[in-house]
C-alpha cells in the first residue's frame, strides 16, 4: 500500500514525525519515492503544472530525502517539473537537488565514503 503526506500534515507535524512515520509504515520493505514538485511551494518551485501556496521549502525536501538512507530505498522518481514555467530555474536546481541527493544516498549504501562537505 502507500500514504501520501501532505505538506499541510508535514507543517503541522514536523519533520522528525514525519521522518519516523515514512519509517514506521516502511520499516524493512522496500520504498519508492514518488516526490511530486507540487508539493513544494511556489516561492521554491514556481515552474511546475499545479503550483499551491502552502507547500514544503525546498530545505525540507532535502532534509527528508536525505534522512531516508538507511531505508530499504528501491527507486524514485521525481514529476511535475515544468521549465517553461520557471525562467529563473530555480525549480529544476531544486529537482535536480533531490535527484542529486538521492545518488549520493544509493553511492553511500553500496559503498562509497560519506565525506563532509569541504573535507578532503
Known amino acids: ?16 514525525a514525519t521522518i519516523k ?21 511556489p516561492a521554491f518551485a514556481p515552474g511546475t503544472g499545479t503550483p499551491v501556496p502552502g507547500g514544503l521549502a525546498s530545505w525540507q525536501a532535502f532534509e527528508l530525502i536525505r534522512c531516508l538512507g538507511d531505508m530499504n530505498l528501491i527507486g524514485m522518481d521525481i514529476v511535475e517539473v515544468s521549465p517553461p514555467y520557471d525562467n529563473s530555474e530555480i ?10 541527493d538521492w545518488l549520493c544516498l544509493l553511492a ?11 573535507k578532503v
Do not use: C
Request: a negative charge; zero cysteines; charged letters at 20%.
Open 91 to 100: 525549480t529544476a536546481l531544486a529537482a535536480a537537488t533531490v535527484a542529486h
Open 108 to 118: 553511500i549504501k553500496n559503498g562509497a565514503q560519506k565525506t563532509e562537505i569541504g
Open 21 to 41: 512515520t515514512i519509517k514506521g509504515r516502511a520499516g524493512e520493505k522496500p520504498l519508492y519515492i514518488s516526490f511530486d514538485v507540487d508539493g513544494l511551494d
Open 1 to 16: 500500500g502507500f500514504e501520501i503526506l501532505t505538506a499541510p500534515w508535514i507543517h503541522r507535524n514536523g519533520l522528525d
